[in-house]
């Protein structure tokens, strides 16, 4: 199992106001190019869900043929989430990244590789959870979340038991979860909160459960950096009850 750190009991409660804090950083970082700029306000309009519409959306899918829909929360620079969708074009694929220049590359994707299977939602993911159709994702993803390892940060981390509950309500029983971070103690916390919110089971079955990464895994950009810079990454694979 992960190494556990203790956390004081203030930081461990999963329904304080802190939750609702931002979980991610900077929205945008270098100066966009003409093409990036097209591609924003040309493709993005296109692909993106509208929160408020985001139950019709999912339900026009699945009425199109899609046989799934599967989810990716913070896919960075896309690497997983465009080869889960190149690998699956009969999937619905809802891809949620607030980093504009994330976006972008997945953007180009879409419109050089013309991908049809492929939404985004290019704000807190939280939000899109608490909108779309009860047991609607068959699988979810995410990957290397923001690590906000200072303590007095910790509260900005994602993966609490307040968004596992979200997930709980937007997945169908059987779907799989899959997590990855290169942090142990947020690897700890995860499977703390997971247990508190209680509508997932851990898989695992073992040490190699967690430390090896499942077949077919689809390398990220910032898991290649944490290897590079020696560190341990967990992967955690959890069913929805």
Same mark, same amino acid.
């Given at each position: 199992m992960p190494e556990m !750190? /203790?956390? *004081?009991?203030? #930081?461990? /409660? =999963?329904?304080? *106001? =802190?939750?609702?804090?931002?979980?991610? %950083?900077?929205?945008?970082g270098r100066k966009f190019s003409a093409r990036q700029e097209h591609l924003l306000h040309e493709v993005l309009p296109r692909v @993106?869900?509208?929160?408020? +519409?985001?139950? %019709? +959306? !999912? @339900?026009?899918a699945l009425a199109a043929g899609a046989s799934d829909v599967w989810l990716e929360i913070g896919f960075g620079s896309g690497e997983h989430f465009l080869g889960r969708a190149a690998e699956h074009p009969d999937i619905c694929c809802i891809g949620c990244e607030p980093f504009q220049d994330g976006v972008v590359k997945v953007l180009d994707a879409i419109e050089t590789g013309r991908r049809q299977n492929i939404r985004l939602y290019s704000d807190d993911a939280r939000d899109l959870l608490r909108v779309l159709p009860p047991g609607c994702i068959g699988r979810a993803f995410v990957l290397f979340p923001d690590p906000w390892p200072k303590r007095r940060h910790a509260k900005r981390r994602l993966l609490s038991s307040r968004t596992f509950r979200l997930l709980g309500s937007v997945m169908r029983p059987g779907a799989e979860l899959r997590i990855a971070t290169d942090i142990g103690d947020y690897a700890a916390g995860i499977l703390l909160a997971a247990r508190e919110e209680g509508s997932f089971h851990w898989r695992a079955s073992g040490a190699p459960s967690w430390r #090896?990464? *499942?077949a077919g895994w689809i390398r990220t950009?910032? #898991? #290649?950096? @944490?290897?590079? @810079? %020696?560190r341990r990454c967990y992967f955690l694979s959890f069913e929805r009850r």
């Amino acid at each position: 199992m992960p190494e556990m !750190v /203790k956390t *004081p009991a203030a #930081e461990q /409660k =999963s329904d304080r *106001p =802190s939750e609702n804090l931002r979980s991610f %950083g900077r929205r945008r970082g270098r100066k966009f190019s003409a093409r990036q700029e097209h591609l924003l306000h040309e493709v993005l309009p296109r692909v @993106a869900l509208d929160a408020s +519409a985001a139950h %019709g +959306a !999912v @339900a026009a899918a699945l009425a199109a043929g899609a046989s799934d829909v599967w989810l990716e929360i913070g896919f960075g620079s896309g690497e997983h989430f465009l080869g889960r969708a190149a690998e699956h074009p009969d999937i619905c694929c809802i891809g949620c990244e607030p980093f504009q220049d994330g976006v972008v590359k997945v953007l180009d994707a879409i419109e050089t590789g013309r991908r049809q299977n492929i939404r985004l939602y290019s704000d807190d993911a939280r939000d899109l959870l608490r909108v779309l159709p009860p047991g609607c994702i068959g699988r979810a993803f995410v990957l290397f979340p923001d690590p906000w390892p200072k303590r007095r940060h910790a509260k900005r981390r994602l993966l609490s038991s307040r968004t596992f509950r979200l997930l709980g309500s937007v997945m169908r029983p059987g779907a799989e979860l899959r997590i990855a971070t290169d942090i142990g103690d947020y690897a700890a916390g995860i499977l703390l909160a997971a247990r508190e919110e209680g509508s997932f089971h851990w898989r695992a079955s073992g040490a190699p459960s967690w430390r #090896e990464r *499942p077949a077919g895994w689809i390398r990220t950009r910032y #898991e #290649e950096k @944490a290897m590079a @810079a %020696g560190r341990r990454c967990y992967f955690l694979s959890f069913e929805r009850r």
